[in-house]
Every structure is written in structure tokens, then in C-alpha cells.
């Protein structure tokens, strides 16, 4: 009996490090932007390309590698579209952000209709997914503990190895440090000379490849298909991560724990035969939950903040507008 | 000021130009001649009466679901889950409508009425936390849209199927039918409660005193705190407000076109009266074109799958080129003012 527990304790583990990998990717692609001073919405349209362009890689080529590098690079061209036009032009980030995903949605299934004839979703068709990875030696040094560590697909590893790197990053190198000015200072980044556009713009692209490796990870590790909006929300409650996290990612990482333990703990419970609609809320309840709460937790800091921007505001327009902008 | 009108105008015209051109380009990605499918969706959309009563008939949602967008634009909110109030909205009418024998006329009220209240309801977490913590909106609405359509499916599935039916609730009595206008469609009052509440939300905005501080709020909040806007209170009633329409765009389609609630209901029609709302600028008449533009492409796309080999997606494609063009082009014209573009929800 006690035996019997531990494995459905380390199978439920698993399988929360398994549901954790995507939205974790994507959420730590996000942390880039978040960090420089970006509000990113449009997270879930570049997961879904990069889902989407990942099979076709895939069939395309015959080798899953080919198909991830296909699923990245449709990220990347999404990221440096809303680059332009939110770095650049200046327009309102969440309407291109929302713009994108809508796109993403339309253009996947359109092109899915041109090249497959179908609607709904691909399998098959010679698809190949990412090898499971069975790390030697697991098996002798954990014994029944092995699941853990073991036997995940390439893109698990890489989006927990993601973690340690993005903190080494923004603590240790100049493109973090710079990447964390423009987001909490720009103007003492302007001051020292940093180029506020290339460094948004770097991070916009940062964010597109762990946003498009979310994405293959979806279509070929998770499961080996591609589903109408297959990303199914992750990338909003990337952005609900991100936005009480702001950005760190250790708790970036806590947050997606969290979620993904709430994917596999709802995937247990339909087996139980709850009914399924209530089930699936289960993740997105939470998400709202700890959104609320955590602002509700946040809220002297919200006050400090509001504080602190409305002196630069004041300082801002005593310098460069001095007569006050008049309300139009 | 009407020099400046025309020429906003005038640039949204060039940026649906453009977006038609790369909607283009992507036609032919895809293996189909834009030509054909513009003149497809052209057919399907105005091709005769019936056409334009279908066309008519799918602009209604997108309009009021437009002006629900409209009113958040407004206070500065971004409602995005006037997706799920349209769910839930549509659910709750068609509840009152199986559920509850009452006489012809009041039942159709009580049943909108109870849209109002449901869509009003679903948005008040996200508007309470919006208005007293600052959380998101943006993103709590998103999410609760996945949570209202899994929920109004588990309503329909699991306590209120009817019997023998796929997934679907019971149809509603015909005493809570919206009348329909024309006999050769089901084309029905809902859209002239959209044009009603549109022009009133217009005036509304123009003429009174409520309606010039939500402006305020929306463009200059500081302002408006100055000025003796309680700017909390004020977040909280527009994001409701929006809702609550966001509510009625779910009762107008059930009790006019669908008279039950079924599974999938209504996909998308409130993320196309967002963009109509975002393509007018916030202003609830120019939403009546723009969503008419969009009831348009999408009733034209129905014949769209059946003449060419293009899917129907191929319309939000579209849609979505028109707003990101539209946010660049406008932008490049204010591009002097570099600085109020930014974090405006206005182009």
C-alpha cells in the first residue's frame, strides 16, 4: 500500500514536470519582455505558430530537429513583427499583441486547410516527435525515483536547464543588466547611452525563440499532433504568471510549478470521472485565483509604485513639456 | 476638427487597403486567386436579398458586442472577455426561455434582462480587482473566457441537455422569441436593439455628464481625479457596463437566431466586436460600419468554403491584418508626438 502511494506520487510529479515544460518555456520567453519594460499579450499567437510550423518542419523534413528549428523561426518572425510595430511604431501593445494571436489562430488553420485538406487537427502524416531523452544510470541511482529524472523529451530539460540561465543572466552579464534597465529605468538607460530600441528589440526575439521551442514542445514532445489553438490559453496564463511574478524567474518557475501541478492534478481527476467542462476550468480558476490574490497581496507596493511614477511623470513633463500638456 | 475626421478616416481606408493587399499575398500562399475569393466573399455577403439579410443578420452580434467594447474603450479598459459574457449572457436568456412560461413579451424581456444581469455578473471579479488592486484586466478577462465556455458547456451538457438532443439545451418557448423582420430570414429586432443601443451609447458619451467623465478616465485619469472623478468607482461601473452588453449580444442571439443554447455557440463574435471596436476608435456609430464590414467578410465566408478550396479562417486573417496595419499607419502620421502614442489604447 505505502509502495503503491509513492508511485502515484512520483507519477503525479512526472507528469506535473511534464505539464509544466510548455508553459514554462513560454512564461520565461515573457520574462525577457517583461523585464524590458514590454507587456506582452501576444505570447499564445507565437506559441501556436511555433506549434504549428514545428509539425510541418517535421513532415516536411522527416527529422524532428528540422521541425523545431521551423517552429522557432515562425515564432521569431511573430516576435519581430510585434517588435516593429510596438518598439517602433509605438503602437498599443496589447492591440498588437491580440492582433497576432487572432492571426495566428486564422493563419494556422487556413494554411492547415491549404496543406492537409482538413480541419481540426493533424496527425500522422509522417510526423516526428522528439525523442524521450532516458538519461543512463537513473534507473540504478533513483531506483522507482527514476521518473523524475528521466525520460522526459529534449524540450523538458531545456525549459528547467532555462531557468538557472535566465537568472545567471540577468545577475551576471551586461544584456541582462541592460535588458533590466530599459525595463525599470529607461530614462537612466537613455542617460548611459543604451539603445532602448535595440535592447526591446533583442529581448522581443529572446522571447520569440523560448516562445517558439513552447510551441514545438507542444506539437512534438507533449504529444506528437497539431490541434486547432492547441496552446489552449498557456500563453495567457504565461502572461498571468509573468504579471505577478514580474519577470524573476524563480518565480516564474514557482508559478509554473503551480500550474502545471493544476494540469495534472485535473488529468487525474477526469479519471476519476468528474465531469470533464469542470475539470479543464480547473487551470484557468487557478490562474484567476492567483492573479487576484497576488494583487491583493501586492497592494502597497502598487501605491509605492504609483507613487514613484507619478514623480517621474512630474519631473518628466517639467523638463521636456513646460507648460503641462493640456487635455485634449 | 472635421478636416481631422476625414483624415482619420481617410488613414483607416489605407490601412484596410493594406491589409486586403497582404490578405492577398496570403490567398496566394495558400493556392487560391484573391481575386476570386474577394469577389466570393463579395457574392456571399450582397449577392441578393437573402445575402444581405444573412449579412445583416451576422452583423448584429458583432455591433453590440462592438458597443460593449466601445464602452470600455472609453473608461481606458480593455474588456476581452466580452467573449464569455456573450457565452454566459446567451446561456442565461436561453434558460429563462425553456425554464420559465410567461406571457409573450415579457418573457423576451426576462430573458434579456437576465443576459444583462449574467454578463454584468461574469465580468464583476475581474472589474472589482481592476478598480480597487489594479490587476490586469486584460488578461483576467482572457481567462475567464476559457472558464465561461467550458462552463455554459457543462450547463448545457450535464444539467440542462435535452433529451435525446447533442449537446444542447432544450429550444426555448416562442414566447420569448425576438420577432423576426422579413420572412425569408431569420434576421430579427435584435439588430435594431444593436442600432439603438449604439446611437444611445454615442449620445450617451456626447451629452452627459457620466458619459464626458468616463472619457476623461479613459484619456486623462489624472485629469479626471482632479477634476472629482471618483476614478475607481467609475473603472468598476464602465467594465460592468461593458459586460452587462456584452451580456445582452448573448440573449439578442439567442432568443433571435439560435431559440436554445448549444455547445460552440456563437464562436468569436466577441473578439470581432473588439477589433470593430478598436477599427472605429472607440466610437460607438463608427462601430455600426465597421461591424457591418465584419458581418460582411464573415457571412461572405460561409459561401467562401463552399465556391473556392480558401477555409473561412481566411477572414480573421484578414481582420487581423487590418488592425495591425491600422495600429502602424496611424502611428506613423502621429509619429511627431511620439510620446502620446504610447500606452494609449488609441491608435
Known sequence: MEILDRLVNVALIAATLRTTAPILLVALGGSFTTKAGIFNIGLEGQMLVGA?????????????????????????????????????????????????????????????????????????????????????????????????????????????IAVPLLVLCYNRTRLGLYIRVVGEKPEAAEALGISITRVRYIASLLCGLLAGLAGAHLSLGYITMFTENMSSGRGFMAVAILIFSNGDPLKVLAGCLLFGFADAFSLRLQTFGYPSYLVLTVPYVVALVALFALSYRARPRVIAETLESMRKLLSVDKNAEPGGKSPS | MMKDQLRAVSGQIIAIGVALLMGAIIILMVGESPVRVFMTLLRGAFGDQEKIAGTLLQTTPILICGVAACIGLRGGMFNVGIEGQLFLGGFAAAWVGFAMPLPAGIHTLAALALA???????????????????????????????????????????????????????PILPTSYLPEIFTFSRLNWGLVIGLMLAVGAALVFRYTKWGYSVTMVGSAPKFAEYGGVNVKRQGFMVLLLSGAVGGLAGGVETLGVHHRFMEGFAPGFGFDGLIAALLANGSPVATIFTALFFGALRNGSLLLEVDTSASREIITVIQALIILSVSAQVLVRKRGDSRAGERRWKF
Open chain 2, 116 to 170: 444583462v444581469v449574467a454578463g454584468a455578473a461574469w465580468v464583476a471579479i475581474p472589474a472589482y480587482f481592476r478598480a480597487r488592486y489594479n490587476t490586469n484586466e486584460v488578461v483576467s478577462t482572457i481567462l475567464s473566457n476559457y472558464v465561461a465556455v467550458l462552463l455554459t458547456s457543462y450547463f448545457t451538457i450535464f444539467l440542462f441537455k435535452r433529451p435525446g438532443g447533442w449537446s444542447e439545451t432544450p
Open chain 1, 52 to 160: 504549428f510550423f514545428a509539425v510541418l518542419g517535421s513532415i516536411w523534413t522527416g527529422s524532428a530537429l528540422a521541425g523545431v528549428a521551423c517552429g522557432v523561426a515562425a515564432a521569431l518572425v511573430f516576435a519581430l513583427v510585434f517588435a516593429v510595430l510596438v518598439v517602433s511604431f509605438k503602437a498599443n501593445e496589447v492591440v498588437v499583441g491580440l492582433a497576432l494571436n487572432i492571426l495566428a489562430g486564422g493563419m494556422t488553420i487556413s494554411l492547415m486547410k491549404a496543406i492537409f485538406g482538413t480541419r481540426g487537427s493533424i496527425v500522422g502524416h509522417g510526423i516526428v516527435g522528439l525523442p524521450k531523452v532516458q538519461l543512463p544510470g537513473a534507473r540504478d541511482l533513483l531506483g522507482s525515483w527514476a521518473p523524475l529524472i528521466s525520460g522526459f523529451t529534449p524540450l523538458v530539460y531545456v525549459a528547467f
